[in-house]
C-alpha cells in the first residue's frame, strides 16, 4: 500500500510542476516577433500564443537562444541556412495539421505580410 501512495504522491507531483513549469512561461519575451521574411514581407510570429498552446519551450529554444531579435542576429552571422526558421515552422504546422489538431499556416501568404 505504501508503494502505491508513493507512486500517486510522484505522479501527482509531476503533474503539478508541468503545470507550473507551462505557466511559468507564459509571458516571458515578447507578445509577438517580428521576423525579416525577405521579399514577400515580414512574419509576425505570436510568440505569446505558442508559450500558451506548447509545454517545452525547448524545440526552439535549443536552436534559437533567448534573447532579442536573436534569429535576426544569427541570419546576419550566417548561423542559419536559407529559409532553417520558416521550415521549421512550416514542418510543425503540417505536422499538427495532420494530426488533426488546430494549428497555424502553412502557406506564404498566411506568414508573410507586406
Keep these: 500500500m505504501k508503494t502505491g501512495t ?29 521576423l525579416k ?20 519551450c525547448m524545440p526552439c529554444h535549443k536552436l534559437y537562444p533567448k534573447e532579442p531579435q536573436i534569429i535576426d542576429t544569427m541570419k546576419a552571422e550566417s548561423k542559419l541556412k536559407r529559409k532553417e526558421v520558416m521550415n521549421m515552422c512550416k514542418n510543425c ?3 499538427l495539421a495532420g494530426k488533426g489538431q ?13
Excluded at 515580414?42 to 509545454?55: G, K
Excluded at 494549428?103 to 507586406?114: E, N, R, V
Design 6 to 34: 508513493l507512486l500517486t504522491a510522484i505522479i501527482t507531483s509531476g503533474i503539478f510542476l508541468s503545470a507550473g513549469i507551462s505557466m511559468a512561461t507564459t509571458g516571458e519575451g515578447a507578445e509577438t516577433i517580428t
Design 37 to 56: 521574411g525577405g521579399s514577400l514581407g515580414s512574419v509576425t510570429f505570436p510568440h505569446e500564443r505558442h508559450q500558451e498552446v506548447f509545454i517545452d
Design 93 to 95: 504546422h503540417k505536422d
Design 102 to 114: 488546430k494549428t497555424g499556416p502553412t502557406s506564404c501568404g498566411g506568414c508573410h505580410k507586406k
